[in-house]
T-cell receptor, first 115, second 114 residues
């Protein structure tokens, strides 16, 4: 099976702009989670979707949003970008029913740079 | 509160040495899962192992082994006869019914020198 794919791999934006990142999970996986990775804060959970519904959300401002489509593909959007949003954004899909204890498989990430 | 501590920020070893990466966790849940992931320079997190809280048996997979001890809340990872390709950042993670997916440690950067 193909792994989790994320597009684009790299993005450069300026403050105030918005950005949309895309994630395609492993075939058959219905749960998709997003994480932000920065040198200062490490890996932090953003949100999780299962069957097109957001089930869990981390402690991020409302500028961060996401959605999931019927084919399980997911997008995350960040509006009004700030310098501090520069990070590696990782997407992961679950091999189970989206329970918090399932094994997650990660994509290569999208590296976002905000200037 | 849920927490994962990886006290070793960076470790350097010479090829063929054994190395142990420490992971200490905190949780009040009785049912939980622990994971180890490897992050090479490419950025992708590669799954290595998952262990549930009821299974304290050590596990060995090739050069990798894991020691899970509930008494000390630790889930340590040992690489035997390290190789340059083992150079990466290694993350320990905790997941249980009370968490928002995984709680990650801060990672340990392993450098294996030829």
């Amino acid at each position: 099976k193909a792994g989790v794919t994320q597009t684009p791999r790299y993005l450069i934006k300026t403050r105030g702009q918005q950005v949309t990142l895309s994630c395609s999970p492993i075939s058959g996986h219905r749960s998709v989670s997003w994480y932000q990775q920065t040198p200062g804060q490490g890996l932090q959970f953003l949100f999780e979707y299962f069957s097109e519904t957001q089930r869990n959300k981390g402690n991020f401002p409302g500028r961060f949003s996401g959605r999931q489509f019927s084919n399980s593909r997911s997008e995350m959007n960040v509006s009004t970008l700030e310098l501090g949003d520069s990070a590696l954004y990782l997407c992961a899909s679950d091999d189970g029913q989206g329970a918090s204890t399932d094994t997650q498989y990660f994509g290569p990430g999208t590296r976002l740079t905000v200037l | 509160a849920q927490k994962v501590t990886q006290a070793q920020t960076e470790i350097s070893v010479v090829e063929k040495e054994d190395v142990t990466l420490d992971c200490v966790y905190e949780t009040r849940d009785t049912t939980y899962y622990l994971f180890w992931y490897k992050q090479p320079p490419s950025g992708e997190l590669v799954f290595l192992i998952r262990r549930n809280s009821f299974d304290e048996q050590n596990e060995i997979s090739g050069r990798y082994s894991w020691n899970f001890q509930k008494s000390t809340s630790s889930f340590n990872f040992t690489i035997t006869a390290s190789q340059v390709v083992d150079s990466a950042v290694y993350f320990c993670a905790l997941s249980s019914s009370g968490t928002y997916k995984y709680i990650f440690g801060t990672g340990t950067r392993l450098k294996v020198l030829a």
